[in-house]
């Protein structure tokens, strides 16, 4: 098969990037073809951010459960099914799945399933699927085919001793114990979701607190919490040697000055992802790269006139909602639509319990800027509806500028921190004071009124606390 077929827009890579990116140009009436060498929805939809929260909710509800008599319940001998609780995330991202491609086809853009390699601008060969051979025209082409996760060199990854989060995501059977190495969104989650069904967990991470990106203070409360779930975890710990038996895997790690021999069932990396662009390029086409990355201008165009990234394959922050967002820029630009807009503030989360949201500036990054900037705290224990809810763990916090109150970042632990944390977002977006959030009725009783309580205890005008 040599047929061609032109397009305005080939993506390469059916992510939250590339998804985007072909449903914008459809939006704007060109021409979009989408390859896609698993299924639409990419890495996060099939086999991260969408499923993964499926899984945390299953153990939420179980955790929920067996904790149901604080609420007058009696649930007696609570049960769970873990090939069930997998197979239920499964569902959900094959559902998810199909919503996207029923907005391929409602934006009238063209779906393949199969590998692309760019050849040269506006040159991509089908390199496998059932199109394999097929050369496609295009006047322009975006690469958003994103990252995969980082293993070890020194051990396979089998899916059963040995897992990446993607491996994780579809485990047969729930190891009774399991070491998770890297205490990043990825290995806090899975190490909750595991530990709430009874896996023995040991959460191991080199650097001095889990999630290291976040508020120091933060982190140290999400530590404090993990600890008391049962959590064994390990900072400042570094991996020497593992050594992956017939049924077990033994660690060798160091904490301080102190060596320990640790044997488990199972080994999780979650040590951070790679970019994923084997088999993308031709051997011809020369890209310019930055840390293995795809470098790209203000209007994501690489080193080639008309080839395009945005996504993942452009480097950090890994999040599926930066990847959209860049997409988004880049189609608007390329085709004249609107000047791309840069990424400027932008939220992480991280769904395991409590939730951790964040946005902007830690308090570590103000004092190294040499920011003049103020606090704001409000804990949940001084919110009546998190009391309600059997929430009261977490804080509030908000770093605001000293002269004029603008809000540098915004810190949140607590249930339904990710949900909540869209408020300083927006805040941040239209440059609002930390006097208008305090000045914008709150509903009561809601967790949101927190966000509005660490605004006025900036000025120490707090209510409730």
């Known amino acids: 098969m ?5 397009y305005d827009l080939l993506v390469l890579g059916g992510g939250p990037a590339g998804y985007a990116a072909a449903i914008r140009a ?8 989408v390859v896609e060498m698993e299924r639409a929805g990419g890495t996060c939809l099939n086999w991260g951010c969408i499923p993964s929260k499926a899984l945390l909710k299953s153990a939420e509800a179980y955790q929920n459960a067996l904790q149901s008599d604080e609420f007058g319940i009696s649930c007696e001998n609570v049960q769970y099914d873990f090939e069930k609780v997998i197979q239920r995330s499964r569902n959900v991202a094959d559902q998810m799945g199909g919503g996207i491609e029923y907005l391929f086809k409602k934006n009238k853009v063209d779906y393949i399933v199969g590998k692309g390699m760019v050849h040269a601008p506006g040159m991509v060969e089908i390199t496998d699927g059932d199109q394999k051979g097929s050369f496609l025209k295009a006047a322009k082409v975006l690469i958003a085919t994103g990252c995969k996760p980082r293993s070890l060199e020194e051990v396979k990854v089998d899916g059963e001793r040995v897992m990446t989060s993607r491996e994780a995501l579809v485990m047969k059977k729930q190891p009774t114990s399991i070491a998770i190495m890297g205490a990043g969104a990825i290995g806090a989650e899975f190490a909750y979701f595991l530990n709430a069904f009874g896996t023995k967990v040991v959460l191991l991470e080199m650097l001095p607190t889990i999630l290291p ?13 993990f600890k008391a779930q049962g959590i064994d975890c390990r900072v400042s710990t570094r991996v020497d040697d593992i050594k992956v038996k017939e049924d077990s895997v033994v660690l060798s790690i160091t904490t301080g000055d102190q060596e320990e021999i640790l044997e ?13 662009l084997e088999g993308a390029l031709s051997k011809k086409l020369k890209l310019e790269l930055h840390k293995g990355y795809l470098k790209v201008d203000k209007n994501y165009q690489t080193s080639e006139k008309n080839i395009y990234a945005a996504g993942d394959i452009v480097g950090p922050p890994w999040l599926a909602h930066v990847a959209t967002y860049r997409a988004i820029q880049a189609v608007n630009g390329m085709f004249g639509h609107a000047k791309p807009i840069p990424v400027d503030a932008f939220p992480g989360c991280t769904y395991c319990q409590p939730q951790v949201a964040s946005i902007g500036l830690t308090e570590e990054q103000a004092k ?6 103020k606090i704001g705290k409000f804990p949940f224990a001084a919110s009546g509806k998190a009391v309600a809810a059997n929430h009261p763990e977490g804080f509030v916090k908000i770093i605001v500028g000293e002269k004029y109150g603008e809000i540098l970042g915004a810190h949140i632990i607590g249930s339904d921190a990710t949900e909540l944390i869209t408020e300083y977002g927006l805040g941040m977006k239209l440059e609002a004071t930390v006097d208008e959030i305090h000045g914008t009725i709150h509903a009561h009783p809601t967790m949101s009124e927190a966000l509005a309580e660490a605004a006025a205890s900036v000025h120490g005008e707090a209510i409730h606390i």
């Open 2 to 6: 040599n047929t061609e077929i032109t």
């Open 26 to 33: 459809g939006q704007l009436g060109k021409k979009a073809v």
């Open 213 to 225: 990106v976040e508020d120091a203070e933060v982190s140290a409360t999400l530590l404090k919490s």
């Open 264 to 276: 488990v069932e199972s080994l999780l990396l979650a040590i951070g992802v790679i970019p994923n």
């Open 368 to 373: 190294e800027e040499g920011v003049a900037y």
